[in-house]
């Protein structure tokens, strides 16, 4: 679909391109991204290459999207908007294409398919350079060779295996090495239109099974297979001999690659597992679990610390290798990803799948690193704030930074030393109550869940319910019933304010015995002092036991555990006693001293 503009020209009324929208026939089984530097459009972010379940590649380029496509009622804050255009289209294959990788330096594309042929394109000027044929069966696979400057190596150099190679590898089981002519005889052939024909320097049966995916190391010394068979071999470029096998997978393994820094392999298995592998001893590493059905692409991320998947449950995971943690899931489509890949920078993401759709995913972590560092330096320095405003008593201004730094124990200590000094001066709660009618409907709903949690605790009780005394004596009732939200706090907070009320209405009950007991002992009203200065007067002090020669005395003459002569004696001792009253009346101690 074509979108045209109209507009008047010196000739009449003319119509000009604006752009293009071409929709996808089916399933997308692979998408590679060309390197930068062969896009015709300046504009173009990335440039990728796709196939569909049809003979034609079709190569797009991602941009900035304009304004007026976006609409205009999009929102002037929304930025970062990227758009898919249509840059070209490769036919050449009269099947369909299963396979596609792009060289390094960006110049070429390799393209595989049903038709038992694989191709290389000039990416430039989208013309077919040369036809390698020789397998009997779909060539699934594709890979180019990672070193840069192999590819403008030629002539005989080339064909004995020093320059740049491509890798097929086909359901008849084989793995085939196609060396290339060089760049200059590439570039040559482009511009006259003439398709090179390619032979295989080496071949090589790998599997028992089909071969899913072959992939070539940084360094272009070793290559990967992946089969139905459940085994990931590695072979030797040069001469295609066996390095070594990795068994461990239960079930076909439909991606393998290369880490970029490190001499380890990662592997994705129809058993939704990831493995990690040693390529120096051909151990596993580490076995990542978390996709839902079978693993179909896996991805090391730009550092090589990391991985991406894609599998058949739709999902796309992040993974990181050293705590073998999944560290996002992104639900990417409604259908099996069958194509991912990564920017040669890293930044961006592709994936495509049976849904017919490309996701492109832009990496965020260096922007949500920036932010929180931002904003850790912003709350750094609002605690700093808080802690002046507190050191000097500042508490109105404490209040505000403490609620905007959601901290309740600050919060709650800040209200205290309100709280106070309003009940010195005799104020109320006219401070809160002046901050109560300021607050938003984002705050008034902070601060009452707040005072939920703070009833919850007797000692808390009493600053909750004069906050909440605040804000119900200088907000209208009908007003707070409106806002979302509150009343559902208010009702959490009412059964606790019931159980404290329910409390000190115990404590004051509790208080009149002890008013009672000070009442009877003269104490509060002053019509009872005389009565109070006769009793103490007639009344004496009981003295605490006394131990008396072994004997435990107790008042002025009962001796406990004394003996008969003991008890004759203790008359003798009386008299020398007679200060200590016994427990009883003291009026008939008086009498009878007075008789003696």
Known sequence: MTFVKIGWKDSGLGFSTDRTIVGHNGEILDLAVIPPGTSSNTNDKHTIAVATNSSQVRIFGLADAKKDELGDDTDDSVQNHTALSPRGMLDGHSAIVLAIDASPCGRYLATAGKDKTMRVWHIASQKCVGVATGHTEAVGSVALSNKIGCFDVGGKSAENGAGAFVVTASKDRTL???PLAGSATMNKAARSGDELTLRARLSARAHEKDINIVSVAPNDSLIATGSQDKTVKLWRSTDLALHGTLKGHKRGVWDCQFSPHDRVLVTASGDKTVKLWSIADCSCVRTFQGHMAGV???????????????????LVKLWTIRTNECESTIDAHDDKIWALDLSP????LFSGGADSKIAVWR????ERDDASREAEEQNIFMEQKLSNHLRHKQYEEALEIALELDKPHQVLRVLTEIVEKDTKSNRGVETLQKHAVKWPLNRLTQILRYCREWNTRARNSHIAMLVVKAVV????????????????????????AERHFDRLDGMVGNSYLLDFSLFSMGSLHGDNDETYGNWLDRSRYVLPPKVIDGRIQVGGSLVVGASAKQDKDSDDDSSSDSSVVTIGDSDTSDDDSDSN
């Open 176 to 178: 085939k090495v196609w």
């Open 296 to 314: 179909l692409r896996v991805r090391f991320l730009t550092t090589g610390l990391q991985l991406v998947s894609s599998g058949s449950d739709g």
């Open 345 to 348: 920078c890293g930044t961006a």
């Open 363 to 366: 990496d965020t972590t260096k």
């Open 473 to 496: 004596t200088t907000i209208p009732a009908a007003k707070l019933a409106s806002y979302e939200g509150i009343p559902e706090i208010l009702a959490g907070i009412a059964p606790y």
